[in-house]
């Protein structure tokens, strides 16, 4: 078997490793920190074929090195590897029973709804935004609260602890942790979800958590209630993607206009729309790197590449973002003008994101209000100055100092 790519656990150049990953093949060999091994899907027509490929199992009981032992509890990235049983760790029948609770709260007319609150929210961070200025971390005074604060009123997460959820989920997330710190992140993170399960238990309100709980009158939602695992489980997977996914959005989408002032100049005209810088924010740089994992339940074979069964396959979207194949010899070049070939940024097949219609609406709605209320906008920065997030799952930067 060819050698192994070894990832960068920094996450310091996410292009030029997707850029190595896609140029070794389709599937291709990895190595992660710590030594753990596995393959990488690394092209756009290899993702959309795998990731409807039965074969390739959600559920860790499939992962043989895990089961051997082989991978401690201490790894940095177990939460993310062996997250716990909820939609995104089934398959089949219970797949599609835990995912349609959530689905329901995020169709496109349930998303509209939604609209006048995201104005609204996006309004008053902006006001907050003039008053601190003019140099400001976006990340930390607008691309974290307005995501946080939609999927908190949604949840009915108190906004006291918005930012102690933040704080969690960055060290959840970091490839960079000691190992007495993995399993205290996780704890605490559980601990959380847990508490708000038995609050709304206890106290039911009007608000999505509680209507979770409440699955068994829900229509669609066949199999009964959702035990309390399955519900802190999923819970945390709705914190965790219904703020970090949108958060990198909005970060990588306004350093990429403002290190493009060409493609600015066109969004500004009217040429194009925002959700065109939506579309080709999430291609160019994607808010998930890469996704871990899939098991492969049994040997599959992909063009040269065999993958055993028992081996993790992770998804690189850093990689199949930028593929030549479905997006063209211009596909390294941020292009808002290109004609709108599907990106994969948001999964595909039966674990496509669900949440995607509201991370696009708010994504849309912040970028066209920053840019309209503060139209001189600019990097505090040099480009290069600005520093990755060190992390192989999430793309986004530590910070986004910006002059308003």
């Known amino acids: 078997m060819t050698a192994p790519i070894v990832m960068d656990p920094l996450a310091r ?10 140029a070794a093949g389709p599937v291709v060999p990895v190595e992660l920190m710590g030594g753990v091994r596995g393959w990488a899907v690394a092209r756009h027509t290899a993702a959309r074929e795998l990731l409807t490929d039965h074969r390739l199992v959600k559920s860790a009981e499939h992962w043989a090195a895990f089961q051997r032992g082989e991978v401690p509890k201490t790894w940095p990235l177990i939460g ?9 760790t089934t398959d089949g029948p219970e797949h599609r029973r835990l995912r349609a609770l959530v ?7 349930r998303v509209e ?8 929210i996006t309004a008053e961070l902006l006001d907050r935004l003039a008053e601190s200025g003019p140099v400001v971390d976006l990340k930390t005074a607008f691309a974290f609260p307005l995501p946080m604060t939609v999927i908190g009123s949604l949840l009915g997460v108190p906004e006291a602890d918005h930012a102690y959820v933040r704080e969690l989920y960055e060290r959840f997330f970091s490839s960079v942790k000691d190992p007495a710190q993995v399993q205290q992140t996780i704890t605490a993170l ?4 847990a ?4 609050k709304r238990r206890a106290e039911p309100g009007d608000d999505l958590a509680s209507a979770l709980l409440a699955a068994d009158t829900l229509d669609g939602a066949d199999g009964g209630a959702l035990t309390d695992e399955e519900a802190a489980a999923t819970l945390r997977v709705i914190i965790a993607a219904g703020h970090e996914t949108t958060v990198n959005l909005i970060v990588n989408a306004v350093r990429a206009l403002l290190t493009h002032p060409d493609q600015l100049a066109l969004v500004r005209s009217g040429e194009v729309e925002w959700a065109a810088v939506v579309e080709e924010s999430l291609r160019w740089t994607p808010p998930t790197s890469n996704f871990l994992f899939r098991f492969a339940s049994e040997d599959i074979a992909y063009e040269d590449a065999v993958i055993p069964e028992g081996d993790a396959v992770l998804i690189s979207y850093n990689a199949i973002g930028r593929d030549p ?10 292009d808002l003008t290109r004609d709108p070939a599907r990106h994969l940024s948001f999964g595909h097949g039966p674990h496509v994101c669900p949440g995607a219609p509201l991370a ?3 994504a849309a709605t912040a970028l066209r209000a920053l840019f309209e209320r503060f139209p001189g906008i600019r990097l505090a920065v040099e480009d290069g100055e600005l520093q990755p997030n060190p992390s192989m799952v999430v793309n986004s930067l530590r910070e986004l100092p910006v002059r308003l």
């Open 13 to 22: 150049d996410n292009a030029a490793e997707g850029a190595l990953l896609r």
């Open 80 to 88: 993310l590897a062996v997250p716990g049983r909820s939609m995104v």
């Open 103 to 109: 689905a329901q709260a995020f169709t496109p007319r």
């Open 113 to 120: 709804l939604m609209r006048p609150a995201v104005e609204k």
């Open 190 to 193: 559980n601990a959380f979800v």
């Open 195 to 198: 508490g708000l399960v038995a």
């Open 325 to 334: 194949a479905q997006h063209g010899i211009t596909a390294e070049i941020f």
């Open 360 to 362: 696009r609406l708010e």
